[in-house]
């Protein structure tokens, strides 16, 4: 069930609350994609993505289509239709532990290349660069991934086939693991 968002922004500041601390944010669009942290003074932003800031939880919005927003307790995802924003918050408890995949998808960057106030960047051979929070930055032994529940769903009709489906997807939070065993 998802719901109209009246102002991104007072949503942002709303979730650390709701979804525990430390708390995330996965800012996806174009030309714009980074991760920040979620502080109660604001969003923290990467070096390369300061600029974009307008105020406390502000960010030119346009920018972007898909906001995940992610803690201990659980995620928010918000997702842009036209000019509407869209969002449904999942609480980690609400969904039974025997309905749900879990996944890591690791974070890309083979090395760490520079490390620059809370934030390191994350570098692969071929150019490719993210910016992580310093608390993921891993190292040559080591790799962050995102630790991703897929929610699954029972084919409500008694008598069909008996199918699970996966109905929704949430992130909970990153780990290290071994280079080259990501789950």
């Known amino acids: ?6 102002d991104l922004s007072q949503l942002l500041a709303e979730m650390p609350g709701r979804i525990g601390e430390p708390a995330y944010a996965l800012l996806s669009g ?8 979620l502080l109660p003074g604001g969003l923290d ?3 390369d993505f300061i600029h974009l800031r307008k105020g406390p939880f502000q960010l030119p919005w346009t920018l972007f289509f898909d906001v995940r927003i992610f803690g201990p307790f659980g995620e928010c995802h918000a997702w842009r239709e036209g000019n509407i ?7 980690e408890n609400e969904v039974p532990h025997d309905h749900r995949l879990k996944h890591y998808y690791p974070i890309l960057g083979t090395r760490v290349e520079r490390i620059e106030g809370d934030w390191a960047l994350r570098t692969e051979e071929r150019g490719t660069a993210v910016w992580v929070p310093k608390e993921w930055a891993g190292d040559a032994r080591q790799r962050p991934v995102l630790q991703i529940d897929q929610i699954l769903k029972e084919d409500p009709d ?6 699970w489906g996966v109905a929704d997807a949430m992130i909970l939070g990153f780990e290290l693991k071994e280079a080259g065993r990501d789950g």
């Open 1 to 6: 069930m998802s719901n109209t968002v009246e």
């Open 30 to 37: 174009y030309p714009a994609a980074c991760f920040a942290r």
């Open 45 to 47: 932003l990467p070096p």
């Open 85 to 91: 924003w869209r969002e449904r918050t999942q609480q």
């Open 158 to 163: 008694p008598e069909g086939p008996g199918l």
